[in-house]
């Protein structure tokens, strides 16, 4: 598949797990994709750059210098990100207030930097990587929730904003998937096998969303085959947010 042939992607946190699975396969599709992270290690045909989301003068050099090698920007994966456990009371307010500013001011930067260039783009697209944490209460995940939260409504505002100017903003929502976050969970609890375990048996799946699936939602709302489809958040969660079934017996 080709859909992606002639455009150019950036895509943020695409070091690692989700964003690196999403990086690969528009580069799969046809697409010239640069990553941005903090320390950016990826093989070809992806190249890399070294970004900060929560520095803005960071992130404005690194779309400068990523507009310049592609020659413009089509798309935008908004994927960086970092998590939080705990409830409300566990965080103090410097750990809230860097979480929020990764996880939601950090898309705000990326896509006023990449805007002037995707409005020059014919197949212009936005994908932020929300969550689960959004749109169901989750146990011991605050902070982590409230800045999915707020990544959901930002999506939604952006979308209103620039669908007259020919740009789709969307986003996915991930249920818990099998990352490099997720297993740093899991070695730090008292035991990961059981942990697992019960993070497997709360989708009704039976198992972890996988990387690649996510990566294909993120590839499915950025191609220009869905020129249609702007302000829509694509749940990714093994039937979490929306299937009911009864505990096995």
């Given at each position: 598949?080709?859909?992606?042939?002639?455009?150019?992607?950036?895509?943020?946190?695409?070091?690692?797990?989700?964003?690196?699975?999403?990086?690969?396969?528009?580069?799969?599709?046809?697409?010239?994709?640069?990553?941005?992270?903090?320390?950016?290690?990826?093989?070809?045909?992806?190249?890399?750059?070294?970004?900060?989301?929560?520095?803005?003068?960071?992130?404005?050099?690194?779309?400068?210098?990523a507009a310049l090698?592609?020659?413009?920007?089509?798309?935008?994966?908004?994927?960086?990100?970092?998590?939080?456990?705990?409830?409300?009371?566990?965080?103090?307010?410097?750990?809230?207030?860097?979480?929020?500013?990764?996880n939601v001011v950090?898309?705000?930067?990326?896509?006023?930097?990449?805007?002037?260039?995707?409005?020059?783009?014919?197949?212009?697209?936005?994908?932020?990587?929300c969550s689960i944490?959004?749109?169901?209460?989750?146990?011991?995940?605050?902070?982590?929730?409230?800045?999915?939260?707020?990544?959901?409504?930002?999506?939604?505002?952006?979308?209103?904003?620039?669908?007259?100017?020919?740009?789709?903003?969307?986003?996915?929502?991930?249920?818990?998937?099998?990352?490099?976050?997720?297993?740093?969970?899991?070695?730090?609890?008292?035991?990961?096998?059981?942990?697992?375990?019960?993070?497997?048996?709360?989708?009704?799946?039976?198992?972890?969303?996988?990387?690649?699936?996510?990566?294909?939602?993120?590839?499915?709302?950025?191609?220009?085959?869905?020129?249609?489809?702007?302000?829509?958040?694509?749940?990714?969660?093994?039937?979490?947010?929306?299937?009911?079934?009864?505990?096995?017996?």
């Amino acid at each position: 598949m080709t859909d992606f042939a002639g455009l150019r992607a950036v895509v943020t946190g695409g070091a690692s797990g989700i964003g690196l699975a999403a990086a690969q396969l528009l580069a799969a599709r046809g697409a010239q994709v640069v990553v941005f992270d903090l320390k950016p290690e990826v093989d070809a045909p992806l190249t890399a750059i070294a970004a900060d989301v929560s520095d803005d003068g960071s992130v404005r050099d690194a779309v400068a210098a990523a507009a310049l090698q592609l020659g413009g920007i089509d798309v935008v994966v908004n994927n960086a990100g970092i998590g939080a456990q705990g409830n409300v009371t566990a965080n103090d307010d410097a750990e809230w207030h860097r979480v929020l500013d990764v996880n939601v001011v950090g898309i705000a930067r990326v896509t006023r930097a990449a805007l002037p260039h995707l409005r020059k783009s014919e197949a212009a697209a936005i994908v932020n990587t929300c969550s689960i944490a959004a749109t169901a209460g989750l146990p011991n995940r605050a902070l982590y929730s409230a800045s999915k939260g707020a990544v959901l409504a930002l999506t939604m505002a952006m979308a209103a904003d620039h669908v007259r100017e020919g740009i789709r903003v969307n986003c996915v929502n991930p249920g818990t998937a099998d990352t490099p976050w997720v297993g740093r969970l899991l070695d730090v609890a008292a035991d990961p096998a059981a942990e697992r375990a019960a993070l497997e048996a709360r989708q009704p799946m039976g198992r972890l969303v996988s990387a690649d699936e996510v990566a294909q939602a993120i590839a499915y709302l950025a191609s220009p085959l869905s020129g249609s489809t702007t302000g829509t958040a694509l749940a990714v969660d093994g039937g979490m947010q929306n299937l009911r079934i009864p505990a096995t017996r």
